[in-house]
């Protein structure tokens, strides 16, 4: 596409109605469409965002700020009475110079960001102490992530996120662009992607180029699905309301919550015994003067730990309705699009050709009630913690039933079959190794401190420990298998739960055979597949097994052409 000459440089920011600057509007021929879509590029000038992005600069900083201070919290919560001196004066003045700050960021994160799409490229000029200049051509970008947060819904703006092959992180962020203008951007994107592939074939060999062809002519038709996708735009998955409630109980993430609040619940246990106390119930005289019958202090102990739950149960609940509201999986062409959300609306999009293993997981809960999490997973950064959530680089469907899980791992692997496979499981010895080199020493040791100190105590629990991690160490190896069936290769594991993984052999970017000294005399070994979204390992195989599967994995990585960035 060439640019447009600078006197038709477009500030998509100019108007407080996007949707009716008619300067933004133009007629795109080189996408073969005719139909009239926004100007994507935006000249050499650089553009200033709109004025409501000073909103998201703000509460940005205001939420990093306080992630920072999670870690301040339990310190001061130990170094003095954090009640006693929550109100006042040095505390009240420094929570108000901390916020003020804070907000005063956001205006000049504001006036230190300017971006443009200029020769097919973006360009994007950001930060305030630490400036930093991103330039990520159009042809390169893997993922096209929008955000609609609440507060820009009104006003018809979005946060458009862009990243590229072989990161874990987000490459570009345009913070507040028109909505109209954000979807326009990502359909060039995508075109720009099939026309890079299709450029490609006049560069390649003869040798390389059937087998190039047919992965271009599907580009191409994918293309034409993109030009249209609002009207050819196939949903796959739905989530109810009743499913994301499900997904809320079986995947309960409010304990790190309580974990974070363990510095002040002296407090709150004094508060709660002062507030029984004013209703005429002494737990001290509950418990020790025995008032009442054990199995009464027994029925009060549950029921107060029921209403925990249900209250633990309840939060969950309200985060994943919060996440997950609305929830539709679809596919255009060859990409899958995901969308959610209840007040901020999130869209993430996803190559199929990119998606490097499907992961089915399964808590004991969801076996329980037979729901599965699934996930299509692509590229990631090793030692980089993303909230899967939010990932452009994982697509997760929550609480499908087990059929609709096998009917979209059939959707994106065909002839995939998690379930029906015979897998091959790991030795024994994987038991006997684990008791031997990490459990069984400390656990002697404290059965011996509690026979020689004549504490009977100290003795069965070292006992009850030990048997309790052999029946873990056991379901783990009676759970831990591989299966291949000369087109996709299968993982199981887990304990209690259990965890299926499938991926394609040709896109192995690594095989790791490993052996140690004593593996090596009972002839096992333990294989590693590196992939793009991460490491697989499968340890205490047969070594003969190893060796085959691994010959048969680079056989395909070798002779099999077919691209899959």
């Not at 799409?117 to 930093?132: A, D, K, L, M, T």
């Amino acid at each position: 596409m060439p640019a447009p000459p600078e006197n038709q440089t477009v500030n998509l920011m100019q108007s407080q109605k996007p949707r009716e600057d008619a300067s933004l509007h133009s007629k795109s021929e080189d996408s073969g469409s005719d139909d009239p879509k926004l100007r994507v590029e935006t000249g050499g000038e650089w553009q200033r965002l709109s004025l409501i992005s000073i909103l998201y600069f703000t509460i940005r900083n205001v939420t990093n700020t306080a992630q920072g201070l999670i870690y301040v919290i339990p310190a001061l919560a130990i170094s003095f009475n954090i009640w006693d001196n929550l109100f006042s004066p040095q505390v009240l003045i420094g929570a108000g110079v901390l916020f003020l700050s804070t907000s005063g960021s956001g205006v000049i994160s504001y006036l230190m960001y300017k971006f443009r799409v200029h020769n097919q490229h973006v360009e994007i000029h950001h930060g305030v102490f630490q400036r930093r200049y991103t330039n990520l051509p159009l042809w390169r970008i893997q993922n096209v992530k929008i955000e609609k947060p609440f507060y820009y819904r009104p006003f018809g703006y979005a946060l458009v996120v862009l990243d590229t092959a072989g990161s874990g992180k987000e490459e570009a962020k345009i913070v507040a662009v028109p909505e109209a203008y954000a979807e326009a951007l990502k359909k060039q994107v995508l075109y720009e992607k099939v026309q890079h592939e299709v450029d490609d074939v006049a560069c390649i060999s003869d040798d390389e180029l059937s087998a190039k062809r047919s992965s271009t002519l599907h580009s191409s038709k994918m293309h034409t699905a993109t030009t249209h996708a609002h009207t050819h735009e196939e949903v796959l998955n739905r989530r109810s309301v009743k499913d994301i409630i499900i997904h809320g109980i079986t995947n309960n993430r409010i304990w790190i919550i309580l974990g974070a609040a363990a510095p002040f619940y002296d407090d709150v246990f004094g508060v709660v015994s002062e507030w029984l106390a004013g209703k005429g119930l002494q737990l001290n005289q509950i418990v020790g003067e025995q008032t009442v019958a054990w199995w009464q202090f027994g029925l009060y102990a549950f029921v107060i730990l029921m209403m925990l739950m249900a209250l633990v149960a309840l939060l969950s609940v309200g985060g994943a309705l919060f996440t997950f509201y609305g929830y539709t999986l679809s596919r255009t062409g060859d990409r899958y699009i995901r969308r959610s959300g209840l007040l901020n609306k999130l869209e993430v999009s996803m190559r199929a050709s990119r998606i490097q293993m499907i992961t089915a997981k399964q808590d004991w809960l969801d076996k329980v009630l037979k729901r599965v999490n699934l996930y299509f997973e692509q590229n990631s950064t090793a030692g980089q913690q993303v909230q899967e959530l939010m990932s452009p680089n994982k697509l997760i469907v929550p609480s499908v039933t087990e059929d609709e899980a096998f009917e979209l791992s059939q959707e994106v692997m065909p002839g995939c079959d998690l379930r029906g496979q015979q897998y091959h499981t790991i030795s024994r010895r994987f038991i006997r190794f684990w008791l031997l080199a990490a459990w069984t020493t400390p656990l002697l040791g404290v059965f011996v401190v509690g026979a020689v100190t004549s504490h009977l105590d100290i003795m069965i629990g070292a006992v009850t420990a030990f048997i309790t991690v052999a029946l873990l160490l056991t379901l783990r190896w009676w759970r831990w298998g591989i299966a291949y069936d000369n087109k996709y290769v299968y993982i199981r594991r887990g304990r209690v739960g259990v965890d299926y993984q499938c991926f394609e052999p040709y896109k192995a970017q690594q095989v790791i055979i490993k052996q140690s000294i004593f593996m090596k005399k009972k002839k096992l070994a333990t294989i590693k597949f590196v992939l793009a979204s991460g490491a697989v390992t499968v340890p205490f195989l047969p070594e003969e097994y190893v060796n085959t599967l691994a010959d048969s994995v680079l056989f395909d990585v070798e002779s099999t052409r077919k691209s899959w960035m």
